[in-house]
């Protein structure tokens, strides 16, 4: 079973946002947005968030997905400079 182009797409910027999260908290001790990593990781993790709703197995926008994006912002925001 291979990957929709969505899929790859979702798979590579999510991985990004994972690495740029990563060198963002090595760096500076948190994910600070005002520095490269730390926008990577933020606009990375909503871009993944919003695909993931194109690969939802059920089709179509669910208040579940909505939830789902409203939880990942508020914890993105949370904490973060």
């Known amino acids: 079973m291979g990957l929709s182009n969505l899929g790859i797409f979702h798979t590579a ?9 990563i060198v963002s ?3 500076n001790g948190k994910i600070d947005l005002s520095q490269l990593s ?3 990781y933020f606009y990375g ?3 993944t968030s ?6 939802s197995k059920n089709g ?3 208040n579940q997905s909505l939830s789902r994006i409203k939880k990942r912002i508020a914890s ?4 973060l400079n």
């Not at 919003?50 to 690969?55: C, H, N, P, R, S």
């Not at 993105?76 to 904490?79: E, R, V």
């Open 13 to 21: 910027i999510g991985v990004a946002a994972l690495v740029a999260g």
């Open 38 to 40: 730390g926008k990577i």
């Open 60 to 62: 179509g926008f669910k």
């Open 76 to 79: 993105n925001n949370s904490g």
């Open 50 to 55: 919003v695909t993931a709703l194109g690969l």
């Open 25 to 27: 908290l090595v760096k």
């Open 45 to 47: 993790t909503v871009i």
